[in-house]
């Protein structure tokens, strides 16, 4: 069951069409990555799904029927530009965002203690925003966009200003609202988050969704029968910095690299027809292997494969 869908929105702002009948499917209890280029019409998508502004045309569909006002109570939103007040004490300010979300005094409080504690930074509940540093500000947005317990979710560049462990301890974080049963849309330029986190995708480019689906349907998809295999270096020969290659490896075509540690890479592609086991067979038969690997591409190669190929297509 989807959770939230658009379908055909249209957007458009003077002389400029952001969004161009784009209909995305969020899975319910799912993560979803809302991937594009800067000014692809992400965030004009996002502010339509919050309700900051209307589209133009087509609908925004919320738990199974048509967006209405108060689903905004259902959703929290942590905008890639920060809005917290500097001048104003961490922990009264995060009560009043709470309350702000329908959560009475008390509630709020018992709540933000609880996360506050969670991610060590009570010491700080007093404290002028200012006087925090960049990550800790970060960690306080993100529990006041999670505090009212919202159905959906939506995070737009979650981990920008955290260290490696922080954005690990956030990254776990969203994968356990993931499991308590939260829908949540993952915005983001880093691909490899991507990987790590995300069950379905929509890129969107030059105001159009330009691919969609699951994640690891989508690698598969973009696969082209290419292996790594890791050999030692001495087991093979090199003439004029090219391979000595055995006839019957002729349906085979070779990439090697080779490496200071004494071991070789050679990336082989082969026909679709010709089975892995023959492959390892044939190699096998040569040299001794010492790992051998299907590489399927990144999300970061089909991330700019995709955006490269619609850009020049519509050019």
Not at 101 to 115: C, I, N, P, V
Not at 155 to 176: C, T, Y
Request: charged share 25%.
């Amino acid at each position: 069951m989807n959770f939230l869908e658009t379908e055909d929105v249209v957007k458009q702002y003077s002389n400029h069409l952001a969004l161009n009948k784009v209909s995305i499917q969020v899975p319910e209890g799912k993560i979803f990555g809302l991937l594009g280029p800067n000014g692809a019409g992400k965030t004009t998508l996002i502010r339509i799904i919050n309700r900051i502004t209307a589209p133009d045309s087509g609908r925004v569909m919320f738990n199974g029927r048509e967006s209405r006002p108060e689903d905004i109570y259902q959703i929290g939103y942590l905008p890639e530009e920060r809005g917290l007040y500097k001048k104003m004490k961490v922990g009264e300010q995060a009560i009043y965002l709470a309350q702000l979300k329908g959560l009475s005094y008390l509630e709020a409080r018992k709540r933000l203690t609880h996360w506050f504690e969670k991610f060590d930074i009570m010491p700080w509940w007093n404290k002028k925003l200012e006087e925090l540093s960049k990550g800790m500000q970060q960690k306080i947005q993100f529990i006041t966009t999670i505090i009212h317990e919202p159905k959906l979710l939506i995070f737009d560049e979650p981990f920008s200003g955290f260290d490696p462990v922080n954005a690990e301890r956030l990254k776990q974080e969203i994968l356990e609202l993931k499991a308590a049963g939260h829908t949540i849309i993952f915005s983001t330029h880093n691909m490899a988050s991507v990987e790590e986190i995300c069950d379905n995708i929509a890129l969107i480019n030059r105001s159009q969704v330009v691919l969609s689906g699951n994640v690891r349907d989508i690698r598969n998809q973009f696969k082209s029968n290419t292996y790594l295999l890791k050999v030692h270096s001495d087991e093979i020969k090199f003439l004029s910095n090219e391979m000595e290659i055995p006839s019957e490896w002729n349906t085979f075509s070779f990439r090697i690299q080779k490496t200071e540690d004494g071991i070789s890479e050679l990336y082989i592609h082969k026909e679709k027809e010709i089975s892995n086991s023959e492959l390892l067979v044939s190699l096998a038969s040569k040299i001794n292997i010492l790992s051998f690997t299907e590489k399927i591409p990144s999300m970061n190669d089909i991330f700019i494969n995709t955006v490269s190929g619609s850009n020049t297509t519509k050019a």
